[in-house]
C-alpha cells in the first residue's frame, strides 16, 4: 500500500520514500507525491533522486492500492531511500486546469442540472461535457463570465476524506453520468469549493479559486442528442 501524499497536500513538492518493490524500470515506493493520473488529470513527472544518482519518473499508474514510477536511468533496489521531485510548473498548471473545471461543473449543476459526461485536461486548457439537450447562441459568452465572478469571488477550496457511509449522505456527491467511484472504496475524498461545488474526486487543486486565474470559452460543440463539449483555456 502506498501512502497518497498528494491527496493531502497538493502543493508538496518533495518528499523521501523507501523502494518496496522493483520490476523492471518501474518502482513501486511506500509514499508518493506523484500523482498517478485519473478523472482526465495527466499524471506527474519530475526527478527521482538517490545518492548521488538521479532518474526521471516519467510514467505513474496506481493499480490498486499501490503506485508504480516508471523511470528512464538507472533503477534504485529495494530497500533505497529516494527522494522525489514533482515538476512544480506543469503541477501547478494542472491544478489550475482542474480547479476550473471544478468551477464550470458547479455552475452548471448549480444552474442546469447537469451532469457530467466526460472530460479531459492538460496544461493551459481542458474541456467537459455535459448531459445538456442544448446550448443557447450565447451560452459560451455567459458560463465564461459566470466563472470569472466564481474565481474573483476567491473561494476557498477544502479537502476531506470521509468514510463511504458519511461521504455519501452528502446530497449529489457524484457529478459524473456514471459512478466511477469503486464499490470497494471505504474512504472517499472529498473536494468543496465553498458556496459553490461538493463531489467526490481523486485529483490535485489549488486552495482557493482565485489561483486559477483568467479562463476563457474557447469553444463550445455538440457530441451528441444531449452531450455538449465546452472548451477552456487558461
Given at each position: ?7 493531502t497536500?497538493?502543493y ?6 523507501t523502494?518496496?518493490?522493483?520490476e ?12 498517478p ?7 506527474d ?16 499508474r496506481?493499480v ?5 514510477h516508471?523511470l528512464?536511468?538507472?533503477?534504485p533496489s ?7 521531485a514533482?515538476?512544480?510548473e506543469r ?15 458547479g ?9 457530467v459526461?466526460g472530460?479531459?485536461?492538460?496544461v493551459?486548457?481542458a474541456?467537459?461535457d455535459?448531459?445538456?439537450e442544448?446550448?443557447?447562441g450565447?451560452f459560451?459568452?455567459?458560463m465564461?463570465e459566470k466563472?470569472r465572478r466564481?474565481?474573483?469571488?476567491a473561494r476557498?477550496i ?11 449522505a452528502?446530497?449529489?456527491l457524484?457529478?459524473?453520468?456514471i459512478?466511477?467511484?469503486p464499490e ?11 458556496g459553490?461545488d ?9 486552495r482557493?479559486t ?8 474557447i469553444?463550445?460543440e455538440s ?5 455538449k463539449?465546452l472548451?477552456?483555456?487558461?
Amino acid at each position: 500500500m502506498t501512502q497518497l501524499l498528494y491527496q493531502t497536500d497538493s502543493y508538496l513538492r518533495e518528499f523521501d520514500a523507501t523502494v518496496v518493490h522493483v520490476e523492471g524500470h518501474e518502482v513501486l515506493l511506500d509514499r508518493t507525491a506523484f500523482y498517478p493520473g485519473g478523472g482526465g488529470q495527466p499524471a506527474d513527472r519530475g526527478p527521482l533522486q538517490r545518492d548521488s544518482d538521479e532518474s526521471a519518473v516519467v510514467g505513474v499508474r496506481k493499480v490498486g492500492e499501490e503506485v508504480w514510477h516508471a523511470l528512464e536511468g538507472g533503477v534504485p533496489s529495494p530497500g533505497q531511500v529516494v527522494r522525489g521531485a514533482v515538476e512544480w510548473e506543469r503541477r501547478y498548471a494542472l491544478m489550475r486546469a482542474h480547479t476550473a473545471l471544478h468551477i464550470l461543473c458547479g455552475i452548471v449543476w448549480r444552474d442546469y442540472g447537469a451532469r457530467v459526461t466526460g472530460g479531459n485536461m492538460d496544461v493551459g486548457r481542458a474541456r467537459m461535457d455535459f448531459e445538456l439537450e442544448a446550448m443557447s447562441g450565447d451560452f459560451a459568452a455567459e458560463m465564461q463570465e459566470k466563472v470569472r465572478r466564481e474565481v474573483e469571488a476567491a473561494r476557498p477550496i477544502s479537502v476531506r476524506i470521509l468514510p463511504r457511509a458519511e461521504a455519501f449522505a452528502i446530497p449529489d456527491l457524484i457529478r459524473t453520468k456514471i459512478n466511477l467511484l469503486p464499490e470497494g472504496i471505504q474512504q472517499v475524498r472529498v473536494v468543496e469549493i465553498v458556496g459553490l461545488d461538493v463531489q467526490a474526486d481523486g485529483g490535485t487543486h489549488v486552495r482557493n479559486t482565485s489561483e486559477v486565474g483568467d479562463v476563457r470559452i474557447i469553444g463550445h460543440e455538440s457530441k451528441g442528442r444531449i452531450n455538449k463539449r465546452l472548451r477552456i483555456e487558461l
